[in-house]
């Protein structure tokens, strides 16, 4: 029988944590945890999440495509399901402290990620299709605040793993090669 503890750690951008999740495994496979609310009793994670999770959404993504980068007035708990993924996360909160600042993380089942409100989160599918949850604590809906940029910006720096064909709307959504191109000030 095999055991991992879950483990949170820091990023470069404020706020935005990586969680490795708890399991156990047998001959049988792996029990993993997804969420469980004593993780987040912590003092620092709960003055960061406002409540329980008011959506959940489940997208599946073939291989290379590419989905975000969004920032909307909401937290996130994001992770796989299954498949492979490589997050992308994008700080453009103005007056953050590390406002500007890109970090991606290797997705596998077993690592969450939580993106605070107004940081960007985009990924990639790196598996023939990979299942990407949602958590929101607030219900999306249309016109809701937020910001969106091209994934494919120069000056993000992100080195999407599967080369991107940017004409070809099964890699990248017509409306996220259309969004902002992110520019460092």
């Known amino acids: 029988m095999s055991f ?3 483990a949170v750690e820091t990023t470069p951008i404020d706020g935005l944590l990586v969680f490795r999740l708890k399991q156990i495994g047998d001959e049988r496979g ?7 609310g004593s993780v987040w009793e912590d003092d620092e994670l709960r003055s960061k999440v406002d409540g329980p999770w008011a959506q959940v959404n489940i997208t ?15 937290n996130k708990l994001v992770g796989i399901v299954s498949g492979q993924a490589l997050g992308a996360y994008l700080d453009a909160r103005e007056g953050s402290p590390t406002y500007g600042a890109v970090h991606t993380v290797p997705l596998e ?9 107004g940081v960007c989160n985009g990924f990639q599918s790196v598996s023939d299709e990979t299942q990407y949850l949602y958590c929101f604590d607030t219900e999306w809906r249309p016109g809701m605040p937020g910001v969106a940029y091209n994934p494919l910006s120069p000056d993000l720096g992100i080195e999407w793993p599967v080369p991107v064909d940017v004409d070809d709307p099964a890699q990248v959504s017509v409306k996220d090669r259309s969004a902002m191109v992110w520019t460092k000030a």
Not at 61 to 74: F, Q, T, V
Not at 109 to 117: I, N, R, W
Request: charged fraction near 30%; glycine fraction near 12%; proline fraction near 3%.
């Open 4 to 6: 991992v503890d879950v």
């Open 30 to 36: 792996t029990v993993r945890e997804f969420y469980r």
């Open 60 to 74: 599946e993504s073939k291989r290379g495509a590419i989905r975000g980068l969004h920032g909307e007035a909401m």
């Open 109 to 117: 089942k077993g690592t969450q990620v939580f993106v605070p409100k």
